[in-house]
């Protein structure tokens, strides 16, 4: 076969939930697929169960009969790896297991002919490694779906090592034949997706062990006030610990322990109680028939304070607080200190509520934080000091909640909460960029089809501002003295220049 040519044929090792999923959406692409699995009745079992999928499909208009028709009928089950020999390409997805994939790959090339494509479906293991036990290691690539596959529509294609640029090229033809968007990276610790998703979790997890919100407030802040459709706690629960922490602890070894992925002992911790999450009916939450047992949230308190005094430079937050204040129902302070009985407001980037307070000159028994990052019509996050007065930060809380819009109040921290989370999301995607594992759009795209988020990204850095983004992580590392939030060159560079985070090299 012409190397140049489409995958006509598509053989898949491994009838689970994965395999199946591809298969589905191969089949449905046009493309002739072959199912093997080393349990005889798996790969028919397999084939049954896709076709109550392609009649959802047809039920819901997204397939025409005779689309699912044919689809069924590309399907067919293989009773040996010898009955993939005339495949154009074949994809494993079976156990995540360096050894076992290695031996599958060397039983494929004696079967298969030498112009096929061996693409391994990992998630987290090297693609270069696993291809090194191949004689023909340029044909072997990362084709890696995410689960379930027909509903996730990202698919990360990876170059090991050795891997020719052609082979690259059909795997992404062929995701695009079969409806999803691939994206392609080169062979490092996680890729693309899980590389950066390591900075939600991990600093998810550091503002928790630090103490500044508890684990309802943190996912609050993260979910209403920055947009995410999960908190890092619920989603760890979601995933679970079992799943979870080994790959924390496998990115950051892989990387050689490289502080920007340092694991948190809180998931070490709870992984040893077997606090798993929602498998085990108790993670960072409890469940009961399937659902989070949460209190409800407490009302803001009527308490209101007499005046409100702003010390806050930049002239346009200044106004977007005072405007906020004064709907509120509040009496803004006009004088050039505050007078004794006003409540002191800050609105610091990167810094906590004391170094805001006493750069200000402020009373810190009646200074309050409030982070302005966030939408402030979905949820306001306010930050005490270690001395805040309690009276202060209900009358605060009183004021910032009077029109019903939620209020969460933490514990003293350098960037608050979303500042923190949203600036290591970006730092984290501008130095997968500055290693060239992947495109800036590409990085973007896999990051917001794959994890989820309100945007990748570095589209999340250029709606910040890469200079404020800058900022948020100069100050911080500054504070805690942790490498962890040094910034990416790539971010550096680009907030000098003034030009989005988005711009490739030349």
């Not at 090339?109 to 036990?133: D, K, M, R």
């Not at 805001?356 to 028994?365: E, N, S, T, V, Y």
């Not at 589209?459 to 983004?469: C, E």
């Not at 942790?482 to 990416?488: A, N, Q, V």
Request: a negative charge; aromatic letters at 4%.
């Amino acid at each position: 076969m012409n190397p140049d040519c489409p995958v006509l044929t598509l053989g898949i090792v491994g009838a689970g939930l994965m395999g199946r999923g591809i298969a589905q959406i191969a089949a449905i692409g046009g493309i002739e697929v072959r199912l093997f699995d080393t349990r005889a009745d798996a790969p028919r079992e397999a084939i049954a169960a896709i076709e109550p999928m392609l009649a959802k499909l047809v039920s819901k208009g997204s397939l025409s009969a005779d689309d699912a028709a044919a689809a069924r009928q590309r399907l067919r089950p293989a009773a040996t790896l010898a009955e993939l020999e005339g495949c154009d390409a074949v994809v494993e997805a079976i156990i995540e297991n360096l050894e076992a994939k290695r031996a599958l790959m060397r039983e494929l090339e004696a079967v298969v002919g030498e112009h096929c494509i061996l693409a391994t479906n990992t998630s987290s293991l090297s693609v270069t490694a696993i291809a090194a036990a191949c004689a023909h290691p340029a044909r072997v690539a990362g084709l890696h779906f995410f689960s379930p596959v027909p509903l996730m529509k990202i698919v990360e294609v990876i170059d090991g090592a050795r891997t020719r640029p052609d082979v690259c090229e059909r795997l992404l033809a062929l995701a695009r034949q079969m409806g999803h968007a691939p994206v392609r990276a080169q062979d490092t610790p996680g890729f693309i997706v899980n590389h950066a998703g390591r900075a939600y979790l991990t600093e998810g997890l550091r503002i928790l062990g630090e103490g500044v919100a508890d684990v309802v407030t943190l996912d609050r802040i993260l979910r209403e006030a920055a947009g995410f459709r999960m908190g890092p706690c619920e989603l760890l629960d979601l995933t679970g610990l079992d799943v979870s922490h080994p790959v924390m602890e496998s990115i950051h070894d892989q990387y050689y322990q490289e502080p920007r992925y340092r694991p948190s002992p809180i998931t070490r911790q709870r992984l040893a109680a077997g606090l798993l999450g929602r498998k085990s009916g108790q993670g960072f939450y409890v469940y009961r028939d399937g659902a989070a047992v949460v209190a409800p949230e407490a009302p803001a308190p009527d308490a209101r304070p007499a005046r409100v005094f702003l010390a806050i430079g930049d002239e346009g937050e200044r106004e977007r607080l005072s405007a906020l204040v004064i709907r509120l129902g509040g009496t803004l302070d006009a004088g050039a200190q505050p007078a004794d009985d006003a409540l002191c407001m800050v609105a610091p980037w990167g810094e906590d509520a004391t170094s805001a307070c006493l750069a200000a000159g402020l009373d810190p028994r009646r200074t309050v934080a409030i982070d302005l990052l966030p939408d402030l019509g979905r949820r306001r996050t306010l930050m005490r000091t270690p001395l805040t007065d309690a009276a202060m930060v209900d009358a605060a809380r009183g004021l910032f909640g009077a029109d019903g819009v939620a209020v969460s109040v933490i514990h003293d921290s350098p960037g608050f909460v979303t500042q923190r989370v949203l600036a290591m999301i970006v730092n984290l995607g501008c130095d997968i960029a500055q290693q060239r594992i992947a495109s800036p759009q590409d990085i973007d795209t896999a990051v917001r089809l794959g994890l989820g988020y309100p945007a990748g990204p570095l589209a999340m850095g250029d709606a910040i501002g890469a200079a404020r983004v800058l900022e948020i992580l100069d100050r911080m590392q500054a504070y805690t003295r942790d490498p962890r939030y040094r910034p990416s060159p790539w971010l550096i560079r680009r907030a000098r220049l003034g030009v989005s985070l988005l711009t490739p090299e030349g």
